[in-house]
Nanobody
Framework: QVHLVDSGGGLVQAGGSLRLSCAVS??????MAWFRRPPGKEREFVAA????????YTGESVEGRCAISRDHAKNTVYLQMSNLKPEETAVYYC??????????????????WGQGTQVTVSS
């Protein structure tokens, strides 16, 4: 059975950085993604990566400020973000697809989700 467990959220000042973790069990995925849901808004794409290739896909609002990495031994995926803004306060979720062979950018592309971790960016 597949489980994704998000962690690493908390309070960070504007301009600061964070690293979120997603511990995966039950399976290894070539494609992993991160989404976030700001208060009162829909879940939105942040970043995704297919480890069969070099490219990281990022949402327009986080372009140049985030990176996805992986510890294969721990089967854990990380989202590193820098220069955070108050409007990036949200619950952040990692996600994995059951059948995709190319990176998807929408919620519907992903079948497994972490429980979410709250990130609050103070001004």
């Amino acid at each position: 059975q597949v489980h994704l467990v998000d962690s690493g959220g908390g309070l960070v000042q504007a301009g600061g950085s964070l690293r979120l973790s997603c511990a995966v069990s039950g399976r290894t995925f070539s494609i992993m993604a991160w989404f976030r849901r700001p208060p009162g808004k829909e879940r939105e794409f942040v970043a995704a990566k297919n480890w069969d290739g070099p490219r990281t896909y990022t949402g327009e609002s986080v372009e140049g400020r985030c990176a996805i990495s992986r510890d294969h031994a721990k089967n854990t995926v990380y989202l590193q973000m820098s220069n955070l803004k108050p409007e990036e306060t949200a619950v952040y979720y990692c996600a994995a697809p059951s059948r995709l062979t190319t990176v998807g950018l929408t919620i519907e592309d992903y079948d497994y989700w972490g429980q979410g971790t709250q990130v609050t960016v103070s001004s």
